[in-house]
Nanobody, 121 residues
Framework: QVQLVESGGGLVQAGGSLRLSCAAS????????MGWFRQAPGKEREFVAV????????SYDDSVKGRFTISRDNAKSTVYLQMNSLKPEDTAVYYC??????????????WGQGTQVTVSS
């Protein structure tokens, strides 16, 4: 069992930055690939970024490539999402998730409760 708690969301103006954190507890964090997903009102949950268990491999959705960076600190059991040059269309609830392998679909085994990110124009 893995428990995930996101933090760092909030209200920011377009062009601004936020850093999301996801703290994990429970079974060995370092054995899991970690992903970030987001869900806007009335839309399906969508992939944002994923990082392998050791941080050696990352993947991003085209909509965030070059603006967002995923990273992890296995010693702190935490995964991060640095979001720069934010746009109003980035507004959503952001979720972190843990899975045994890298996936870009929302088929992860463990999920956090989400944190709201709102970008004003």
């Amino acid at each position: 069992q893995v428990q995930l708690v996101e933090s760092g969301g909030g209200l920011v103006q377009a062009g601004g930055s936020l850093r999301l954190s996801c703290a994990a507890s429970g079974r060995t964090f370092s054995s899991y690939a970690m992903g970030w997903f987001r869900q806007a009102p009335g839309k399906e949950r969508e992939f944002v970024a994923v990082i392998s268990w050791n941080g050696g491999s990352t993947s991003y959705d085209d909509s965030v490539k070059g603006r967002f960076t995923i990273s992890r600190d296995n010693a702190k059991s935490t995964v991060y999402l640095q979001m720069n040059s934010l746009k109003p269309e980035d507004t959503a609830v952001y979720y972190c998730a843990a899975n045994a392998r890298i996936e870009v679909t929302p088929s992860y085994r463990y999920w956090g409760q989400g944190t709201q990110v709102t970008v004003s124009s």
